[in-house]
């Protein structure tokens, strides 16, 4: 199977393109350095020429009220150029209860994109997946001031990017979904509960406060970035993960 990926030599395509190819599939990894340009168009209809399958793992360069119009126009072009070129199926990473969050510009802009890919020309699948370990010390960061990490008790999921690649790989490969797979970790924590968890096995001379309203996740209410009962439920635990990336 011919399958291009977009976003192939970032934290999520890179990965993919490497189990993709070991799995013997032909594999084009595209991206700005490759010379595809999602915002203007630029090379994608080489990029996808003769792909059966497209994976999207691009993300917006920003988090704000511009992130909507990134992806209206990225999944634009993304879909002309695979009706184009004869795309039989189309799949994009998204989050687990984006469209339950709607205060959030971000995640009103990722429900933007699932909805553009639903009423696309092509068969699709989504994947959504539950927030990636990998990005723990970003969240910390944006609520740390001197040695003190202000985060909510809001519950989450995480999962490893590792666990998020082989999903993606196995709906790569499948016959479309037309509907959404949901992907997460193993284990709920508080968020705050996971910052003091993170500062302990890193040994950083760090202390983690309980703050409801502190970082972009205060906003979220409830458990609605839990996976359901019917999502699949990744292997790889975070302490474990922790102790191997130290």
């Given at each position: ?10 934290l ?6 490497s189990?993709l190819?070991?799995?013997?599939h ?6 700005l ?6 915002l ?14 497209v ?11 511009a992130?909507?119009?990134?992806f ?5 072009h993304?879909?002309?150029a695979g ?33 553009l ?13 539950t ?11 944006w609520?740390?001031?001197d040695?003190?990490v ?13 666990d ?8 790569a490969?499948?016959?479309?979904r ?5 992907v997460?970790?193993?284990?709920v ?7 003091r968890?993170?500062v ?7 202390t ?16 609605v970035?839990?996976a359901?009962?019917?999502a699949?439920?990744?292997p790889?635990r975070?302490e474990?993960w922790?102790?191997t990336?130290?």
């Amino acid at each position: 199977m011919k399958i291009t990926v977009i976003g192939g030599t970032g934290l999520i395509g890179s990965q993919l393109v490497s189990r993709l190819r070991g799995a013997g599939h032909e594999v084009v990894a595209a991206s700005l350095s490759t010379g595809v340009d999602l915002l203007t168009g630029e090379g994608l209809d080489q990029a996808l020429a003769g792909a059966d399958t497209v994976v999207n793992v691009t993300n917006s360069p920003t988090f704000d009220e511009a992130s909507p119009d990134f992806f209206r126009t990225t999944m634009g072009h993304l879909l002309a150029a695979g009706e184009r070129t004869g795309v039989r199926h189309q799949v994009i990473l998204s989050i687990v209860g984006v469209d339950r969050v709607p205060q959030l510009d971000y995640y009103r802009a990722k429900t933007l994109q699932e909805e553009l890919l639903r009423q696309g020309p092509t068969a699709y699948s989504i994947v959504r997946a539950t927030q990636f370990f990998e990005f723990m010390d970003a969240v910390m960061s944006w609520s740390t001031e001197d040695h003190t990490v202000r985060l909510p008790s809001t519950p989450v999921q995480p999962i490893a990017t590792a666990d998020v690649v082989a999903a993606l790989a196995d709906v790569a490969t499948a016959p479309p979904r037309n509907g959404i797979l949901d992907v997460a970790g193993p284990d709920v924590f508080s968020l705050d509960e996971l910052g003091r968890l993170t500062v302990s096995a890193r040994q950083d001379q760090l202390t983690v406060v309980t703050d409801e309203k502190a970082g972009m996740f205060a906003a979220v209410e409830g458990d609605v970035l839990v996976a359901g009962p019917d999502a699949r439920v990744a292997p790889t635990r975070y302490e474990d993960w922790l102790s191997t990336s130290r």
